[in-house]
């Protein structure tokens, strides 16, 4: 009996020794749980008045790992990292419910016991089991009617919460006690079969068991077959079964008693204890903690948690870091996937559109695809009448009825409404509520059906204004004057449609850009508009370089606008000073270029003069061959 006290009492002190404890923190709760976490996307312009009551969108479990991690009477800190504290009355009403159960109270609780026998913590833990009783763990104080309350604090300047552990005054090692009782025969004999016993009589005898006799031996009526194994105490038969041999060795008296209790570590009549031991698990529901996390508004805000356990000025479970719980970004993003194009045609004096580029006009809406307002919070809600739509561009070609709206093919209305110099046009994203989603990708469209219609004009087929080349911008904007939730926001895309004009395009390489050459530019279509077509330049120049060398390009315009316009059966003459004059931009002396040139006429003669100490050149192109209207130009 001393033996086997002495053994267990040595293995049990190793097991209670100090260990280097460790929390494992795992996220989505305890059904699907996942290594990674789902962060909180909030709005960075949120206003402190309403950031300030936050809820987190994962929940958050955490594995205590060894034995002794949770001692009775001690705390589990839940601390924030980052420019966030926790909302005291928020909080409470989280700890609080009609009952202390999971069922009340948004905590989970994977429960693992551990034994101790004497006082003696016994080595390893049970597998944990969903258990709803919370009151196993923690402490709980009642409060006003008839409701539990997890006993808890707030300390650090409101950054760390502590949640009381149940008290078990006396307990083995100070962990949490859930029972005790006194030990007897049938459980020395279940944690001995548990052990494992011998595997028959003859290792029973080399254990030091008196009066083992082997079945093979056995002599009495029907146990003649040589069946190697323990004997039925009554010599019926012999034992074949955990509980059979248990039942033998126990008969044969206070050498079987001693070598069952030996294997069991405990005997019977000792104080037994169970306890909340390693490997339990506790979940807390982030996501139903409404309100609970009070963020810093403007912050480069990334706020985690730490989970640990404490008693007595130290920590039985260092604190370990959780990922990010919330992250600061942008209110709203708007979304294309391919912007509304058409070609206005110099043959109708831009007055009508190619929409599918065969070069013939039609008469369809201008359509952009995928155009989108996606709010990039994952819980806020977006008021979409707060959020207001505008166009920008010159508008005065598209349809529109007498009070200004402007109105698609069919005659339905858009959604925009023109201001008084048509150079812009305005809407209210909607009428409903847009609220955020964990995937941060809930869209305008799935709240507002019309939202579709806002990516659609129409240029009638009786209009009589010019249609500009040009790139048409949508901005979204919400304003903090105007609602109690948000700053000032924007987002916009700067071609939610596109404008070309059809015309002449042609490029020529330049002995210098500060050259005598010069660009000659005729329109022989006689269509173009009073105010003439516009004409575009891009111009590169290349680093100095002698034969036999290389240089590299420079960008020093891309597609603008010079100042000057080719008139309908007029021309135009450039040289490169009055292109750069024109264009603002500066030139180095005699250095090699190229021109790209487009201009807005369909029927069009270029004619170029290169001049250098050597003679003259002259190339001339013409598309008025190309239309019949002359065999060749010279």
Excluded: C
């Amino acid at each position: 009996m001393l033996k086997k006290t002495l053994l267990a009492a040595s293995i049990a002190a190793l097991a209670a020794s100090p260990a280097m404890a460790d929390v494992t923190l795992s996220y989505g709760g305890f059904t699907t749980p996942s290594n990674v976490i789902t962060t909180t996307t909030l709005a960075a312009v949120t206003k402190q008045a309403v950031l300030s009551f936050s809820t987190a969108e994962d929940q958050i479990a955490a594995e205590f790992d060894v034995n002794g991690d949770l001692k009775q009477n001690g705390f589990i800190t839940i601390e924030l990292t980052g420019d966030a504290t926790f909302n005291d009355n928020e909080v409470r009403q989280w700890l609080t419910g009609a009952t202390a159960t999971s069922a009340d109270i948004q905590i989970d609780l994977e429960l693992a016991t551990a034994t101790a026998v004497n006082g003696v913590v016994q080595s390893g833990s049970t597998v944990p089991v969903l258990d709803n009783n919370l009151a196993k763990v923690f402490k709980f104080i009642d409060v006003a009617g008839a409701q539990k309350q997890v006993d808890y604090a707030i300390d650090l300047n409101g950054k760390r919460l502590r949640l009381a552990l149940a008290q078990t005054v006396g307990s083995a090692d100070d962990m949490i006690q859930l029972a005790t009782a006194t030990a007897t025969d049938g459980q020395v004999d279940a944690a001995a079969i548990t052990a494992g016993l011998a595997a028959n009589s003859a290792a029973l005898t080399t254990a030091g068991v008196v009066g083992a006799i082997d079945g093979a031996n056995e002599t009495a009526p029907g146990n003649g077959d040589g069946v190697v194994g323990y004997l039925f105490a009554d010599q019926s038969g012999t034992a074949t079964t955990d509980a059979q041999k248990a039942t033998y060795i126990r008969s044969l008296g206070a050498t079987g008693v001693t070598y069952l209790e030996g294997l069991a570590g405990f005997a019977t009549g000792d104080v037994t204890e169970t306890l909340v031991g390693a490997g339990t698990e506790i979940n807390f529901d982030f996501k139903n903690a409404n309100q609970i996390f009070n963020l810093k508004s403007g912050s480069n805000n990334d706020v985690a948690v730490k989970i640990g356990a404490l008693k007595n000025a130290s920590y039985s479970a260092d604190p370990v870091a959780s990922g990010k719980v919330f992250q600061l970004g942008d209110l709203f993003e708007l979304g294309l996937t391919k912007s509304g194009e058409a070609t206005a045609l110099v043959s109708t004096g831009f007055l009508k559109i190619d929409t599918n580029k065969d070069g013939v006009a039609d008469d369809n809406n201008v359509a952009a695809t995928g155009f989108e307002l996606f709010n990039r919070t994952s819980n806020q809600n977006i008021q979409l009448n707060k959020v207001n739509l505008t166009l920008s561009g010159d508008l005065s070609a598209f349809r529109a009825d007498t009070a200004g709206n402007l109105l698609h093919k069919d005659g339905t209305a858009t959604g925009w409404k023109l201001n008084a110099t048509k150079t812009a046009a305005t809407a209210k994203a909607g009428d409903a509520v847009l609220q955020g989603n964990i995937a941060l990708d809930a869209a305008a469209s799935s709240v507002n059906a019309a939202f579709a219609n806002f990516a659609k004009l129409y240029v009638e087929a009786t209009n009589e204004m010019p249609v500009e080349a040009q790139k048409i911008a949508v901005t979204a904007s919400i304003a903090g004057v105007d609602q109690d939730t948000f700053e000032d926001f924007s987002d916009s895309l700067a071609d939610l449609f596109i404008f070309t004009r059809d015309g002449l395009k042609f490029d020529t390489i330049l002995t210098g850009t500060t050259s005598s050459n010069t660009v000659h530019i005729r329109d022989v279509s006689g269509i173009l508009p009073e105010v003439g077509g516009k004409i575009f330049v891009t111009v590169w120049e290349y680093d100095s370089h002698v034969e036999g060398t290389n240089g590299q390009r420079n960008v020093l315009a891309e597609r603008q606008e010079l100042a000057v316009k080719l008139p309908s059966n007029g021309a135009v003459t450039l040289s490169p000073a009055t292109i750069a004059e024109q264009l603002g931009i500066e030139v180095a002396p005699s250095r090699q270029a190229r021109m790209l040139f487009e201009v807005e006429t369909n029927v069009g003669e270029v004619a170029v003069k290169k001049s250098d100490g050597k003679g003259t050149d002259i190339q001339v192109g013409s598309q008025a061959a190309e239309k019949g209207i002359v065999d060749f130009t010279l």
